[in-house]
DNA sequence: TCCGCCTCTAATGTATACATACGCGTCAGG
DNA sequence: CCTGACGCGTATGTATACATTAGAGGCGGA
């Protein structure tokens, strides 16, 4: 593998992780010294991540990892909302029913997965390989383009959120209402199952953030 | 200016004035000889062209300039559609009306620039000032992102289409009733008007390059 | 004492030399 | 004649030395 590519799969997961938060400066000869490469590699991936938005070049202080506080996940949500209800819509349309057909089979199940910890993995893999299915029965290579452009920083938002059982149950049934309409061909409701979806998970990450630190929300104290 | 934004302006250019069609490839030896400097600053600007979607890595081929089909240009007014509807909706809601205001005042006049092949510069640039007034009246940095990263794509896809008189007529006509809805604070007008124009300027580019190639088509010859 | 300039320093920006890997052409064997 | 393997050549990938610029801190003058 190319250094810049393992340099740039390091930085990117340090960042999800919040090993380093919002405003840590990234100097290139550090971050080289680091990883033991040069700093060719360094500045390449640097660059990746700037144009992901994970970085921002901060006049007089370099590049700093990109905030993302209340209103920017909020911003976040409102896109998401845009972008994958349409998906959403496109997919219902396109009707490939054999792949969500067995999605649906494994979403009717999936709250089994949710008793067991260990089981847990096993269920995001599952959400993981729904978004694949949904990305290429979108079909539209912008559309996904926007919405991969997007899943980073919803990462790095959900570890915010203490996911806990009542909501990945409500979230699984949510999951399983957008796989039916898909498999139904239900453009309209797999479009608003998907709003349904985005909005209760940033209700969640809200919640979960005004119950952790309450001094973090921006609402107007009206 | 640094050698690197030189380097990626004048490759964006000439990108999109079609001087490299889509297909070409790109070496970075032949890129520094040709602008005069070396691989380090032509490499950071084809990993930013490469990030705007402009070049792709073709495995086994290198570098080329993307492709940009009928197809892709359906689905690059789809995805405009759905976040620029979005974005006229917000600015509606939001009322910056002092700006607006006076933009309406502009495209209500706007039909005698088109009159004066002079003036059209001065058209294409009050349409300029209407989408960076919308970028940020939307105020919303993951969408206009999202719209921002279409543009490139949008002026390629434009040099496609013959503007005639009478489309520049009507189009001035669309944006009018854009602006008349953000001012009136319709944001379901607003949405929908951008629509409409949107699948106008479409249906004008779709048409032209019907005309100029008919071969280019791939609709399907049921 | 405060403001402004100058200098030093530490960062990024650039050039280039070197390493490496992959594709293409050619040759030989089946 | 076709196929596969080997080697050459030209690309990109990496390291590093050098250039340049921008920021911080100190010093001097008002």
Redesign the interface.
């Known amino acids: 593998m190319r250094a810049s590519d393992t340099a740039y799969a390091a930085l990117r997961d340090d960042i999800l992780q919040w090993k380093y938060p919002p405003g840590t400066a990234f100097a290139e000869v550090e971050q080289a010294t680091r990883l033991s490469i040069s700093r060719?590699p360094i500045?390449?991936a640097f660059?990746?991540l700037t144009?992901e938005?994970l970085l921002v070049a901060l006049p007089g202080r370099g590049l700093v990892v990109s905030d993302l506080s209340r209103d920017?996940i909020v911003?976040?949500f409102?896109?998401r909302v845009?972008?994958e209800s349409?998906a959403a819509r496109l997919v219902a349309l396109r009707r490939d029913r054999d792949t969500f057909e067995r999605l649906r089979e494994e979403f009717a199940v999936a709250t089994e997965l949710l008793d067991n910890d260990d089981d847990l993995a096993a269920y995001y893999a599952l959400v993981g390989r729904l978004d694949t299915a949904m990305d290429a029965a979108a079909d539209?290579?912008?559309?996904v383009?926007?919405i991969r452009?997007?899943r980073p920083?919803l990462v790095r938002a959900r570890r915010l959120a203490r996911d806990n059982h009542a909501r990945l149950v409500a979230a699984a049934a949510e999951h399983l209402t957008i796989v039916e309409a898909i498999v139904d061909g239900d453009a309209q409701l797999a479009a608003d199952a998907t709003a349904v979806h985005l909005k209760k998970s940033l209700k969640n990450i809200l919640d979960s953030m005004d119950a952790s630190s309450p001094s973090m929300q921006s609402r107007h104290e009206s």
């Open positions: 060719t500045r390449e660059a990746r144009a938005g920017t911003e976040l409102e896109l845009v972008l349409e539209s290579s912008f559309l383009a926007a452009q997007l920083h």
